[in-house]
DNA sequence: TGGAAAGTTTAGCATTGGCTAAACCTATTG
DNA sequence: CAATAGGTTTAGCCAATGCTAAACTTTCCA
């Protein structure tokens, strides 16, 4: 039954939010992968590709796969066989995604979710909040 | 430089979080769906591909591509040029998803967050959050 | 009633993000 | 110092999610 009076306006503010979904989709993979170089090289000097397909959970090429898209994004540096590093960008996005995370981290524990719940869920959640909820949060 | 002693166990338990982001994102674009499709019904008594699409923001033939996916999966149920129906199924994941929608929504706004960016904002958290989360925010 | 308008679907393409298996380097060590 | 073990990359596949343009239905109205 097409052919209905249609009633556009509402709708296109509604999209707002959905498109912003997916767009932050695309740069929650990325951050994810920077964020993981950043502990990485922190913790054990270097950040190698098999270590970052063991913690992302994922196969060894498709850390190669993703490098490569995330070094034509100008986020990280690195030469065949050599370990990976961040480009300043990179470090910026890295230094970003650990900001929220903490603060959603410690807010879910404050909020008296267990460690292990606080720790998954503000990964997932870190993508996806605004800084006004961030300084609701802090 | 490769052939360092390698080190594993934390990273096994670590990679779990991203592996339920991954699979979260999958279902993520269902429930959308169906709960934007439960809505069009509620308010106008159906819901038709173009209406969805637009109030996604994606083009027409895209949703055709994915209510296919959502059909064999068992949400809805559809007949060329008709509009759209959700299954039992549908029906019970869309209210999950109102059910987790409103909590989210409820509790930024109790925060203090401006109704928009609590709309926005509820709209990606939705999906990442767990019961417990759930159940401390209420 | 017979088009034209408007909505829907199909066809074909691109990108992202996964995988496995095979080929390829590098560093250690015998 | 050469073989080998072990990490890295390549090749080739797949599914999901987008898009545009063209073909196809349906409905409404002149």
Chains 1, 2 share one sequence.
Do not use: C
């Not at 993981?36 to 590709?49: F, P, S």
């Not at 800084?131 to 609701?136: C, H, S, V």
């Amino acid at each position: 039954m097409p052919q209905r009076t249609k009633k556009p306006g509402a709708s296109k503010i509604r999209s707002a939010a959905f498109q912003r979904i997916r767009a932050d989709h695309s740069s929650e993979l990325a951050e994810d992968y920077v964020e993981l170089i950043a502990d990485l090289i922190d913790e054990k000097g270097e950040a190698r590709g098999s270590d970052v397909a063991m913690r992302l959970g994922v196969a060894n090429a498709t850390v190669v796969k993703t490098l490569k898209r995330l070094q034509d994004a100008g986020l990280v540096t690195q030469e065949p066989y050599r370990s990976i590093f961040l480009t300043g960008e990179g470090w910026k996005m890295a230094e970003d995604g650990r900001r929220k995370h903490k603060i959603v981290e410690a807010f879910l524990l404050a909020l008296g979710v267990s460690e292990e719940t606080a720790r998954i869920d503000s990964e997932g959640i870190e993508h996806h909040v605004s800084e006004e909820t961030l300084r609701a949060m802090a």
